[in-house]
């Protein structure tokens, strides 16, 4: 299978969008996938307040024109939201994938080929008051500085109970039941619980004289990936985890692992084949 492209956490950065268009269009990828927070991150005061709408303005109009250039060729786009992307905003993405210009995947099953693509958008609690995409991880633990899923605020109506008890573990087991894995890729905005996927810079920080834990991913992530085996799972959330740990691919068992966030100015491009997803390369630029 030729090459697909994976970026994530582009948070509305026009540049980093444009210099994407331009590779797709450069190097006609079969697929491409994007991770999530992909909203300027003043997406909810611009809700609020009825600022410009990025979704509109920018983001479907960019697709649309690569769409028409490329024509037959344009690849297969699959994508979900993240923790800082307004929930209230996902109707526009879900109208987008009706028109055919992307596949919205969260909490969603699709294809590609004969591989299977899984996504899920929820992180596990964190310090931010955005709690459309929080979920609790394995119980209803709040780690040491963090906010509670049932704190915060939400831009969506949500009932009490899925705020109250629902969790990425049991969201992870319903998404994919019982299917085999040794041909699915997950879309996961959290990255997997104490890995070099996950490190973030919280050295030497405390929160009420409690030290603050520096793996800030998902243990139902990390425990789903151990048991279940996928190949090939895509994450991104904790910018600095690559600069931090020196790592942005590992592998759990015979699963390859990636992190495509990154926190300096530049694209941060995964090219990766599905056949072979070890041999991932990352480009800056």
């Given at each position: 299978?030729?090459?697909?492209?994976?970026?994530?956490?582009?948070?509305?950065?026009?540049?980093?969008?444009?210099?994407?268009?331009?590779?797709?269009?450069?190097?006609?990828?079969?697929?491409?996938?994007?991770?999530?927070?992909?909203?300027?991150?003043?997406?909810l005061?611009?809700?609020?307040?009825?600022?410009?709408?990025?979704i509109?303005?920018?983001?479907?109009?960019?697709?649309?024109?690569?769409?028409d250039?490329?024509g037959?060729?344009?690849?297969d786009?699959?994508?979900?939201?993240?923790?800082?992307?307004?929930?209230?905003?996902?109707?526009?993405?879900?109208?987008?994938?009706?028109?055919?210009?992307?596949?919205?995947?969260h909490?969603?099953?699709?294809?590609?080929?004969?591989?299977?693509?899984?996504?899920?958008?929820?992180?596990?609690?964190?310090?931010?008051?955005?709690?459309?995409?929080?979920?609790?991880?394995?119980?209803?633990?709040?780690?040491?500085?963090?906010?509670?899923?049932?704190?915060?605020?939400?831009?969506?109506?949500t009932?009490?109970?899925?705020i109250?008890?629902?969790?990425?573990?049991?969201?992870?087991?319903?998404?994919v039941?019982?299917?085999?894995?040794?041909?699915?890729?997950?879309?996961?905005?959290?990255?997997?619980?104490?890995?070099?996927?996950?490190?973030?810079?919280?050295d030497?920080?405390?929160?009420?004289h409690?030290?603050?834990?520096?793996?800030?991913?998902?243990i139902a992530?990390?425990?789903?990936?151990?048991?279940?085996?996928?190949?090939?799972?895509?994450?991104?959330?904790?910018?600095?985890?690559?600069?931090?740990?020196?790592?942005?691919?590992?592998?759990?068992?015979?699963?390859v692992?990636?992190?495509?966030a990154?926190?300096?100015?530049?694209?941060?491009?995964?090219?990766?084949?599905?056949?072979s997803?070890?041999?991932?390369?990352?480009?800056?630029?």
């Open positions: 299978m030729p090459t697909c492209f994976f970026a994530t956490d582009l948070h509305g950065r026009t540049d980093r969008y444009d210099k994407l268009l331009t590779s797709i269009v450069r190097h006609r990828p079969t697929a491409v996938f994007l991770g999530g927070d992909l909203l300027p991150r003043s997406a005061s611009a809700i609020q307040f009825g600022h410009e709408d990025f509109q303005d920018y983001l479907i109009p960019a697709f649309t024109r690569i769409r250039v490329l037959e060729h344009y690849p786009i699959f994508l979900i939201l993240g923790n800082d992307d307004p929930r209230r905003c996902e109707e526009d993405f879900v109208t987008a994938a009706a028109n055919g210009l992307w596949h919205y995947v909490e969603q099953k699709s294809l590609l080929g004969n591989f299977a693509i899984y996504g899920l958008a929820y992180v596990p609690p964190t310090p931010f008051l955005l709690k459309d995409w929080e979920r609790y991880d394995v119980s209803r633990y709040v780690p040491p500085g963090c906010v509670s899923p049932e704190e915060g605020s939400r831009t969506v109506p009932e009490e109970s899925e109250k008890w629902a969790t990425i573990q049991k969201d992870l087991a319903a998404l039941g019982e299917d085999p894995l040794d041909r699915a890729v997950l879309l996961l905005h959290t990255p997997p619980c104490d890995t070099p996927l996950d490190r973030a810079a919280l030497g920080k405390t929160y009420e409690v030290p603050l834990d520096m793996h800030v991913g998902s992530v990390k425990r789903f990936i151990e048991e279940r085996q996928p190949l090939l799972t895509l994450h991104g959330h904790i910018h600095e985890s690559a600069r931090l740990s020196g790592e942005w691919k590992i592998r759990i068992g015979r699963t692992s990636i992190n495509g990154h926190d300096g100015p530049e694209l941060a491009l995964v090219h990766f084949d599905l056949e997803p070890e041999s991932a390369t990352r480009d800056l630029f």
